[in-house]
Protein backbone atom coordinates (compact mmCIF):
# COMPACT_ATOMS: atom_id res chain seq x y z
CA UNK A 1 0.00 0.00 0.00
CA UNK A 2 1.08 3.02 -0.91
CA UNK A 3 1.99 5.80 1.46
CA UNK A 4 -1.11 8.16 2.10
CA UNK A 5 1.06 11.62 1.80
CA UNK A 6 2.28 10.31 -1.84
CA UNK A 7 1.69 11.70 -4.66
CA UNK A 8 2.06 9.49 -8.13
CA UNK A 9 4.14 12.03 -11.13
CA UNK A 10 1.84 11.25 -14.14
CA UNK A 11 3.93 12.82 -16.56
CA UNK A 12 6.03 15.73 -17.39
CA UNK A 13 5.03 19.06 -19.09
CA UNK A 14 8.20 20.62 -19.89
CA UNK A 15 9.49 21.25 -16.41
CA UNK A 16 6.61 20.95 -14.90
CA UNK A 17 5.55 17.69 -12.95
CA UNK A 18 2.04 16.69 -13.39
CA UNK A 19 0.69 14.32 -10.54
CA UNK A 20 -2.27 12.14 -10.67
CA UNK A 21 -3.75 14.60 -8.65
CA UNK A 22 -3.62 17.27 -10.77
CA UNK A 23 -4.74 15.11 -13.91
CA UNK A 24 -7.45 13.61 -12.34
CA UNK A 25 -8.26 17.59 -11.07
CA UNK A 26 -8.59 18.40 -14.55
CA UNK A 27 -10.60 15.18 -15.37
CA UNK A 28 -13.18 16.57 -12.91
CA UNK A 29 -13.07 20.19 -14.40
CA UNK A 30 -13.60 19.03 -17.64
CA UNK A 31 -16.85 16.93 -16.68
CA UNK A 32 -18.09 19.64 -14.49
CA UNK A 33 -17.94 22.00 -17.00
CA UNK A 34 -19.02 20.54 -19.44
CA UNK A 35 -22.06 18.90 -17.50
CA UNK A 36 -22.78 22.75 -16.34
CA UNK A 37 -22.67 23.46 -20.24
CA UNK A 38 -25.31 21.00 -20.83
CA UNK A 39 -27.54 22.04 -18.24
CA UNK A 40 -27.11 25.47 -18.83
CA UNK A 41 -28.22 25.09 -22.59
CA UNK A 42 -31.54 23.70 -21.20
CA UNK A 43 -32.16 25.95 -18.74
CA UNK A 44 -35.84 27.62 -19.67
CA UNK A 45 -38.18 29.94 -17.69
CA UNK A 46 -41.02 28.67 -18.13
CA UNK A 47 -40.62 24.31 -17.57
CA UNK A 48 -37.42 23.67 -15.38
CA UNK A 49 -36.71 19.99 -15.72
CA UNK A 50 -35.57 17.89 -13.02
CA UNK A 51 -31.67 19.37 -13.50
CA UNK A 52 -32.79 22.85 -13.72
CA UNK A 53 -34.86 22.41 -10.34
CA UNK A 54 -31.80 21.62 -8.92
CA UNK A 55 -29.63 23.88 -9.55
CA UNK A 56 -32.49 26.57 -8.85
CA UNK A 57 -32.33 24.84 -5.80
CA UNK A 58 -28.70 25.21 -5.15
CA UNK A 59 -27.94 28.83 -6.21
CA UNK A 60 -30.99 29.85 -4.25
CA UNK A 61 -29.51 27.53 -1.33
CA UNK A 62 -26.47 29.20 -1.48
CA UNK A 63 -27.66 32.24 -1.66
CA UNK A 64 -29.47 31.90 1.27
CA UNK A 65 -26.73 30.45 3.62
CA UNK A 66 -24.41 33.80 2.53
CA UNK A 67 -27.12 35.79 3.18
CA UNK A 68 -27.71 34.46 6.57
CA UNK A 69 -23.70 35.02 7.33
CA UNK A 70 -22.63 37.77 5.54
CA UNK A 71 -24.95 41.13 5.25
CA UNK A 72 -25.36 41.83 1.58
CA UNK A 73 -25.43 41.04 -1.85
CA UNK A 74 -24.96 37.21 -1.68
CA UNK A 75 -24.23 37.41 -5.39
CA UNK A 76 -20.58 38.67 -4.20
CA UNK A 77 -19.88 35.30 -2.86
CA UNK A 78 -22.12 33.23 -4.56
CA UNK A 79 -19.81 32.28 -7.51
CA UNK A 80 -16.51 30.96 -4.30
CA UNK A 81 -18.89 29.54 -2.20
CA UNK A 82 -20.58 27.49 -5.15
CA UNK A 83 -17.24 26.75 -6.52
CA UNK A 84 -15.88 25.11 -3.63
CA UNK A 85 -18.62 23.19 -2.48
CA UNK A 86 -19.62 21.66 -5.54
CA UNK A 87 -15.48 20.73 -6.45
CA UNK A 88 -14.93 19.50 -2.93
CA UNK A 89 -18.18 17.61 -3.27
CA UNK A 90 -17.02 16.23 -6.44
CA UNK A 91 -13.82 15.78 -5.65
CA UNK A 92 -15.13 13.51 -2.21
CA UNK A 93 -17.49 11.52 -4.56
CA UNK A 94 -14.91 10.92 -7.23
CA UNK A 95 -13.42 7.85 -5.25
CA UNK A 96 -16.54 6.10 -6.44
CA UNK A 97 -14.65 5.40 -9.63
CA UNK A 98 -13.03 2.27 -9.48
CA UNK A 99 -9.30 3.46 -9.51
CA UNK A 100 -9.41 6.89 -8.96
CA UNK A 101 -7.98 8.81 -6.17
CA UNK A 102 -10.11 11.98 -4.91
CA UNK A 103 -7.76 14.94 -5.54
CA UNK A 104 -9.11 16.26 -1.64
CA UNK A 105 -7.26 13.26 -0.64
CA UNK A 106 -3.99 15.06 -1.01
CA UNK A 107 -2.78 17.68 0.91
CA UNK A 108 -1.85 19.77 -1.89
CA UNK A 109 -5.36 20.00 -3.49
CA UNK A 110 -6.91 21.24 0.09
CA UNK A 111 -3.93 23.33 1.06
CA UNK A 112 -4.33 25.15 -2.30
CA UNK A 113 -8.46 25.28 -1.63
CA UNK A 114 -7.34 26.64 1.84
CA UNK A 115 -5.11 29.37 0.03
CA UNK A 116 -8.10 30.10 -2.26
CA UNK A 117 -10.27 30.87 0.67
CA UNK A 118 -7.20 32.85 2.52
CA UNK A 119 -6.80 34.96 -0.25
CA UNK A 120 -10.35 35.70 -0.78
CA UNK A 121 -10.90 36.80 2.65
CA UNK A 122 -7.82 39.12 2.17
CA UNK A 123 -9.02 40.37 -1.14
CA UNK A 124 -12.50 41.36 0.29
CA UNK A 125 -11.63 42.34 3.79
CA UNK A 126 -9.62 44.69 1.84
CA UNK A 127 -12.27 45.59 -1.06
CA UNK A 128 -14.65 46.57 1.19
CA UNK A 129 -13.35 47.84 4.57
CA UNK A 130 -9.73 49.51 2.52
CA UNK A 131 -6.54 48.18 3.98
CA UNK A 132 -6.64 50.24 7.05
CA UNK A 133 -9.94 48.99 8.24
CA UNK A 134 -9.14 45.36 7.41
CA UNK A 135 -5.49 45.86 9.23
CA UNK A 136 -7.25 47.40 12.27
CA UNK A 137 -9.63 44.26 12.65
CA UNK A 138 -6.45 42.62 13.80
CA UNK A 139 -6.11 44.83 17.05
CA UNK A 140 -9.88 44.00 17.84
CA UNK A 141 -11.12 43.60 20.46
CA UNK A 142 -7.33 44.81 21.70
CA UNK A 143 -3.87 45.57 20.27
CA UNK A 144 -3.00 43.16 22.61
CA UNK A 145 -4.41 40.33 20.47
CA UNK A 146 -2.98 41.67 17.38
CA UNK A 147 -0.22 38.69 17.69
CA UNK A 148 -2.90 36.02 18.13
CA UNK A 149 -5.70 37.75 15.30
CA UNK A 150 -2.68 37.06 12.77
CA UNK A 151 -1.48 33.74 14.18
CA UNK A 152 -5.55 32.63 14.03
CA UNK A 153 -5.67 34.08 10.51
CA UNK A 154 -3.02 31.25 9.72
CA UNK A 155 -4.22 28.41 12.01
CA UNK A 156 -7.90 28.60 11.00
CA UNK A 157 -7.00 27.90 7.10
CA UNK A 158 -4.40 24.99 8.19
CA UNK A 159 -7.46 23.48 10.31
CA UNK A 160 -9.66 23.97 7.27
CA UNK A 161 -6.75 22.05 4.82
CA UNK A 162 -6.01 19.61 7.47
CA UNK A 163 -9.73 18.84 8.39
CA UNK A 164 -10.29 18.34 4.71
CA UNK A 165 -7.75 16.33 4.47
CA UNK A 166 -7.36 13.99 7.24
CA UNK A 167 -11.22 13.17 6.39
CA UNK A 168 -11.11 11.77 2.86
CA UNK A 169 -7.46 11.05 3.26
CA UNK A 170 -8.51 8.96 6.37
CA UNK A 171 -11.74 7.59 4.72
CA UNK A 172 -9.56 6.24 1.54
CA UNK A 173 -6.89 4.56 3.60
CA UNK A 174 -8.93 2.86 5.48
CA UNK A 175 -10.87 1.84 2.86
CA UNK A 176 -7.76 0.78 1.16
CA UNK A 177 -6.98 -1.07 4.09
CA UNK A 178 -10.06 -3.14 4.72
CA UNK A 179 -10.00 -3.88 1.04
CA UNK A 180 -6.40 -5.04 0.50
CA UNK A 181 -7.99 -7.38 4.28
CA UNK A 182 -11.19 -8.87 3.72
CA UNK A 183 -12.14 -8.55 -0.41
CA UNK A 184 -14.46 -7.47 -2.89
CA UNK A 185 -17.70 -6.16 -0.76
CA UNK A 186 -16.65 -5.95 2.67
CA UNK A 187 -15.58 -2.69 2.13
CA UNK A 188 -19.18 -0.92 1.05
CA UNK A 189 -20.45 -0.06 4.14
CA UNK A 190 -17.13 2.12 4.53
CA UNK A 191 -17.65 3.67 1.05
CA UNK A 192 -20.31 4.64 1.77
CA UNK A 193 -19.72 6.21 4.84
CA UNK A 194 -17.44 7.48 3.26
CA UNK A 195 -19.42 9.26 0.81
CA UNK A 196 -21.56 10.32 3.38
CA UNK A 197 -18.38 11.87 5.42
CA UNK A 198 -17.55 13.49 1.75
CA UNK A 199 -20.77 14.98 1.24
CA UNK A 200 -20.52 16.64 5.45
CA UNK A 201 -17.28 17.75 4.56
CA UNK A 202 -17.77 19.58 1.40
CA UNK A 203 -20.48 21.23 3.69
CA UNK A 204 -18.00 22.38 6.15
CA UNK A 205 -15.81 23.26 4.12
CA UNK A 206 -18.30 25.69 1.97
CA UNK A 207 -19.77 26.37 5.78
CA UNK A 208 -16.42 27.68 7.14
CA UNK A 209 -15.15 29.48 3.73
CA UNK A 210 -17.93 31.46 4.33
CA UNK A 211 -17.91 32.40 7.76
CA UNK A 212 -14.01 33.08 7.29
CA UNK A 213 -14.44 35.19 4.13
CA UNK A 214 -17.83 37.43 6.13
CA UNK A 215 -15.85 37.91 9.19
CA UNK A 216 -13.32 39.29 7.06
CA UNK A 217 -15.73 41.34 5.38
CA UNK A 218 -17.54 42.49 8.46
CA UNK A 219 -14.38 42.45 11.05
CA UNK A 220 -16.59 40.25 13.34
CA UNK A 221 -14.96 36.90 14.44
CA UNK A 222 -16.93 33.97 13.12
CA UNK A 223 -19.95 34.29 11.35
CA UNK A 224 -22.34 37.13 11.88
CA UNK A 225 -25.77 35.83 12.26
CA UNK A 226 -28.50 38.37 10.29
CA UNK A 227 -31.76 39.11 12.46
CA UNK A 228 -34.52 36.99 11.50
CA UNK A 229 -36.05 37.89 8.48
CA UNK A 230 -39.55 38.36 8.67
CA UNK A 231 -42.35 37.61 5.68
CA UNK A 232 -42.86 40.93 3.26
CA UNK A 233 -46.93 41.67 3.92
CA UNK B 1 5.85 13.25 4.70
CA UNK B 2 6.53 15.61 1.28
CA UNK B 3 4.61 18.50 -0.13
CA UNK B 4 4.42 19.23 -4.04
CA UNK B 5 4.74 22.76 -4.53
CA UNK B 6 4.15 22.26 -7.95
CA UNK B 7 0.45 20.30 -7.35
CA UNK B 8 -0.05 23.00 -4.85
CA UNK B 9 0.01 25.71 -6.98
CA UNK B 10 -1.74 23.80 -10.12
CA UNK B 11 -4.29 23.14 -7.72
CA UNK B 12 -4.53 26.53 -6.99
CA UNK B 13 -4.78 27.95 -10.30
CA UNK B 14 -6.99 25.02 -11.03
CA UNK B 15 -9.31 26.10 -8.32
CA UNK B 16 -9.13 29.65 -10.21
CA UNK B 17 -10.27 28.44 -13.39
CA UNK B 18 -12.96 26.22 -12.39
CA UNK B 19 -14.18 29.38 -10.45
CA UNK B 20 -13.97 30.82 -14.02
CA UNK B 21 -15.61 27.98 -15.52
CA UNK B 22 -18.67 27.68 -13.68
CA UNK B 23 -18.82 30.89 -13.34
CA UNK B 24 -19.71 31.73 -16.92
CA UNK B 25 -21.25 27.94 -17.71
CA UNK B 26 -23.29 27.43 -14.39
CA UNK B 27 -24.36 30.26 -11.84
CA UNK B 28 -24.44 33.00 -13.80
CA UNK B 29 -27.10 31.61 -16.53
CA UNK B 30 -29.05 30.45 -13.35
CA UNK B 31 -28.96 33.11 -11.78
CA UNK B 32 -30.23 35.08 -14.57
CA UNK B 33 -32.68 32.38 -15.02
CA UNK B 34 -33.82 32.72 -11.30
CA UNK B 35 -33.63 36.93 -11.77
CA UNK B 36 -35.84 37.26 -14.84
CA UNK B 37 -38.30 34.64 -13.09
CA UNK B 38 -38.23 36.92 -10.44
CA UNK B 39 -38.67 39.99 -12.31
CA UNK B 40 -41.27 37.75 -14.38
CA UNK B 41 -43.25 37.16 -11.30
CA UNK B 42 -42.97 40.66 -10.01
CA UNK B 43 -44.49 42.05 -13.43
CA UNK B 44 -46.93 39.61 -12.96
CA UNK B 45 -47.68 40.32 -9.77
CA UNK B 46 -47.89 44.15 -10.73
CA UNK B 47 -49.85 43.38 -13.53
CA UNK B 48 -52.25 41.56 -10.87
CA UNK B 49 -52.36 44.77 -8.71
CA UNK B 50 -52.91 46.58 -11.48
CA UNK B 51 -55.60 44.43 -12.42
CA UNK B 52 -57.28 44.22 -8.94
CA UNK B 53 -56.70 48.06 -9.00
CA UNK B 54 -58.55 48.45 -12.15
CA UNK B 55 -61.08 45.82 -10.81
CA UNK B 56 -61.66 47.88 -7.62
CA UNK B 57 -61.83 51.26 -9.87
CA UNK B 58 -64.53 49.38 -11.95
CA UNK B 59 -66.35 48.16 -8.83
CA UNK B 60 -66.46 51.23 -7.47
CA UNK B 61 -67.50 52.91 -10.69
CA UNK B 62 -70.58 50.28 -10.98
CA UNK B 63 -71.75 50.94 -7.06
CA UNK B 64 -71.15 54.52 -7.97
CA UNK B 65 -73.41 54.32 -11.43
CA UNK B 66 -75.70 52.04 -9.27
CA UNK B 67 -76.28 54.40 -6.64
CA UNK B 68 -77.31 56.94 -9.44
CA UNK B 69 -79.31 54.80 -11.49
CA UNK B 70 -80.80 54.19 -7.70
CA UNK B 71 -81.41 57.27 -6.76
CA UNK B 72 -82.68 58.05 -10.58
CA UNK B 73 -85.20 54.85 -10.26
CA UNK B 74 -86.68 56.63 -6.42
CA UNK B 75 -86.93 60.36 -8.58
CA UNK B 76 -88.38 58.42 -11.48
CA UNK B 77 -90.96 56.74 -8.90
CA UNK B 78 -91.77 59.70 -7.26
CA UNK B 79 -92.54 61.92 -9.97
CA UNK B 80 -94.77 58.40 -11.44
CA UNK B 81 -96.10 58.10 -7.83
CA UNK B 82 -96.82 62.13 -8.32
CA UNK B 83 -98.33 61.85 -11.58
CA UNK B 84 -100.68 58.90 -10.61
CA UNK B 85 -102.00 60.59 -7.87
CA UNK B 86 -102.20 63.84 -9.81
CA UNK B 87 -104.29 62.06 -12.69
CA UNK B 88 -105.77 60.06 -10.19
CA UNK B 89 -107.11 63.56 -8.82
CA UNK B 90 -107.83 64.45 -11.76
CA UNK B 91 -109.82 61.65 -13.26
CA UNK B 92 -112.18 61.51 -10.05
CA UNK B 93 -112.81 65.23 -10.13
CA UNK B 94 -113.44 64.77 -13.96
CA UNK B 95 -115.99 61.77 -12.84
CA UNK B 96 -117.40 63.71 -10.13
CA UNK B 97 -118.01 66.45 -12.75
CA UNK B 98 -119.22 63.62 -15.13
CA UNK B 99 -121.28 62.38 -12.82
CA UNK B 100 -122.71 65.73 -11.71
CA UNK B 101 -123.49 66.52 -15.14
CA UNK B 102 -125.18 63.15 -15.08
CA UNK B 103 -127.37 63.89 -12.65
CA UNK B 104 -128.27 67.40 -13.76
CA UNK B 105 -129.01 65.75 -16.88
CA UNK B 106 -131.00 63.28 -15.35
CA UNK B 107 -132.77 65.85 -13.20
CA UNK B 108 -133.43 68.12 -16.15
CA UNK B 109 -134.37 65.50 -18.19
CA UNK B 110 -136.99 64.37 -15.27
CA UNK B 111 -138.08 67.86 -14.43
CA UNK B 112 -138.87 68.10 -18.61
CA UNK B 113 -140.73 64.62 -18.34
CA UNK B 114 -142.49 65.82 -15.15
CA UNK B 115 -143.66 68.95 -16.84
CA UNK B 116 -144.11 67.02 -20.22
CA UNK B 117 -146.63 64.82 -18.31
CA UNK B 118 -148.03 67.38 -16.31
CA UNK B 119 -148.24 69.34 -19.23
CA UNK B 120 -149.70 66.16 -20.97
CA UNK B 121 -152.05 65.84 -17.85
CA UNK B 122 -153.35 69.53 -17.88
CA UNK B 123 -153.77 68.94 -21.45
CA UNK B 124 -156.02 65.15 -20.81
CA UNK B 125 -157.96 67.30 -17.74
CA UNK B 126 -158.35 69.74 -20.04
CA UNK B 127 -159.67 67.58 -23.53
CA UNK B 128 -162.02 65.74 -20.72
CA UNK B 129 -163.44 68.86 -19.03
CA UNK B 130 -164.19 69.89 -22.39
CA UNK B 131 -165.54 66.67 -23.51
CA UNK B 132 -167.29 66.38 -20.46
CA UNK B 133 -168.52 69.80 -20.69
CA UNK B 134 -169.08 69.34 -24.50
CA UNK B 135 -171.68 66.42 -23.85
CA UNK B 136 -172.92 67.74 -20.36
CA UNK B 137 -173.90 70.83 -22.68
CA UNK B 138 -175.28 68.90 -25.22
CA UNK B 139 -177.31 66.79 -23.22
CA UNK B 140 -179.11 70.04 -20.98
CA UNK B 141 -182.27 71.47 -22.29
CA UNK B 142 -183.50 75.21 -23.30
CA UNK B 143 -184.00 76.70 -19.96
CA UNK B 144 -185.81 75.64 -17.21
CA UNK B 145 -189.02 74.58 -18.85
CA UNK B 146 -186.80 72.19 -20.66
CA UNK B 147 -185.35 70.75 -17.11
CA UNK B 148 -188.70 70.40 -16.04
CA UNK B 149 -189.77 68.20 -18.79
CA UNK B 150 -186.77 66.45 -18.22
CA UNK B 151 -187.63 66.01 -15.01
CA UNK B 152 -191.16 64.64 -15.63
CA UNK B 153 -189.47 62.24 -18.12
CA UNK B 154 -187.29 60.84 -15.51
CA UNK B 155 -190.25 60.65 -12.80
CA UNK B 156 -191.99 58.64 -15.58
CA UNK B 157 -189.29 56.46 -15.95
CA UNK B 158 -188.73 55.93 -12.41
CA UNK B 159 -190.68 52.73 -10.65
CA UNK B 160 -194.14 53.06 -9.36
CA UNK B 161 -193.22 52.84 -5.48
CA UNK B 162 -189.66 54.57 -5.36
CA UNK B 163 -191.43 57.77 -7.28
CA UNK B 164 -194.43 57.29 -4.83
CA UNK B 165 -191.94 57.35 -1.73
CA UNK B 166 -190.23 60.23 -3.19
CA UNK B 167 -193.54 62.27 -3.77
CA UNK B 168 -195.08 61.28 -0.73
CA UNK B 169 -191.98 61.82 1.06
CA UNK B 170 -192.33 65.33 3.18
CA UNK B 171 -190.46 68.91 2.35
CA UNK B 172 -190.97 68.15 -1.59
CA UNK B 173 -189.85 71.22 -3.22
CA UNK B 174 -187.75 72.01 -6.39
CA UNK B 175 -184.45 73.35 -6.59
CA UNK B 176 -183.14 75.84 -9.21
CA UNK B 177 -179.73 77.37 -9.89
CA UNK B 178 -181.61 80.54 -10.44
CA UNK B 179 -184.86 82.07 -9.71
CA UNK B 180 -187.55 81.51 -12.56
CA UNK B 181 -189.75 83.79 -13.85
CA UNK B 182 -193.42 83.69 -13.80
CA UNK B 183 -193.70 82.01 -17.72
CA UNK B 184 -190.65 79.91 -16.61
CA UNK B 185 -192.81 79.36 -13.18
CA UNK B 186 -195.99 78.25 -15.10
CA UNK B 187 -194.10 76.04 -17.72
CA UNK B 188 -192.63 74.05 -14.77
CA UNK B 189 -196.11 73.86 -13.07
CA UNK B 190 -197.36 72.38 -16.30
CA UNK B 191 -194.68 69.60 -16.69
CA UNK B 192 -195.07 68.46 -13.40
CA UNK B 193 -198.61 68.64 -12.89
CA UNK B 194 -198.86 65.01 -13.28
CA UNK B 195 -196.75 64.35 -10.28
CA UNK B 196 -196.92 66.87 -8.03
CA UNK B 197 -198.70 70.53 -7.56
CA UNK B 198 -196.97 73.49 -7.49
CA UNK B 199 -194.37 72.54 -5.42
CA UNK B 200 -191.81 75.03 -3.75
CA UNK B 201 -189.26 75.90 -5.78
CA UNK B 202 -185.48 77.00 -4.05
CA UNK B 203 -181.90 78.50 -5.27
CA UNK B 204 -179.11 77.14 -4.91
CA UNK B 205 -176.52 78.68 -7.48
CA UNK B 206 -174.44 75.43 -7.17
CA UNK B 207 -176.46 73.59 -9.77
CA UNK B 208 -175.19 76.07 -12.09
CA UNK B 209 -178.37 75.22 -14.61
CA UNK B 210 -181.19 72.91 -13.91
CA UNK B 211 -184.12 71.63 -11.65
CA UNK B 212 -183.93 68.91 -8.93
CA UNK B 213 -186.99 67.22 -7.12
CA UNK B 214 -185.97 66.71 -3.41
CA UNK B 215 -187.47 65.60 -0.10
CA UNK B 216 -187.17 63.35 3.04
CA UNK B 217 -187.59 60.58 0.98
CA UNK B 218 -185.10 61.17 -2.15
CA UNK B 219 -184.36 63.23 -4.55
CA UNK B 220 -183.79 63.37 -8.44
CA UNK B 221 -181.10 65.06 -9.89
CA UNK B 222 -181.92 66.90 -12.72
CA UNK B 223 -178.63 69.34 -12.94
CA UNK B 224 -175.90 70.45 -15.16
CA UNK B 225 -173.47 70.06 -12.33
CA UNK B 226 -175.15 66.23 -11.58
CA UNK B 227 -174.70 65.61 -15.70
CA UNK B 228 -171.03 66.91 -15.66
CA UNK B 229 -170.18 64.83 -12.42
CA UNK B 230 -171.87 61.50 -14.08
CA UNK B 231 -170.12 62.29 -17.49
CA UNK B 232 -167.00 62.79 -15.87
CA UNK B 233 -167.19 59.35 -14.04
CA UNK B 234 -168.49 57.55 -16.81
CA UNK B 235 -165.76 59.33 -18.89
CA UNK B 236 -162.54 58.18 -15.92
CA UNK B 237 -164.51 54.50 -15.99
CA UNK B 238 -163.85 54.49 -19.91
CA UNK B 239 -159.98 55.64 -19.53
CA UNK B 240 -159.15 53.47 -16.91
CA UNK B 241 -160.96 50.46 -18.62
Known amino acids: MESPFANPLAFMLGPVPITTTVLTTWALMAAMTLAAAWAARRLTIDRPGRVQVVLELLVETLDSEIAGTVPGDPARFRV ?3 TLLLFVFVANWSSLVPGVEPPTA ?3 TDAALAAVVFAAGVGWGIRTRGVRGWLTSFARPSWVMIPLNLVEQVTRHVSLTIRLFGNVMSGVFVI ?3 LSLAGLLVPIPLMALDLLTGAVQAYI ?3 LALVFIGSAVTGDEGATPPPPQQDAP | ?3 DWWTFGLQAANVLILLALLRHFLFRPVAGILEQRRQDTAAALAAAAAARQAARDAETRA ?8 TQRETLLAQARDEAETLRQDRIAAAR ?16 ETRARADQRLHQTADLALAVARRALAAQPAGLP ?10 AAMPAPQRAALLQGTGLHLVSASPPDAAERAAIHAALAPYVDAPRIETDPGLIAGLDLCSDTGIVRNALDHDIDRIARALHDDQTR
Open chain 1, 80 to 82: LIG
Open chain 1, 106 to 108: HLE
Open chain 1, 176 to 178: GIV
Open chain 1, 205 to 207: FAT
Open chain 2, 1 to 3: MSF
Open chain 2, 63 to 70: TAEADTLR
Open chain 2, 97 to 112: AEAARIIADGRAAMDH
Open chain 2, 146 to 155: GYATRLADLL
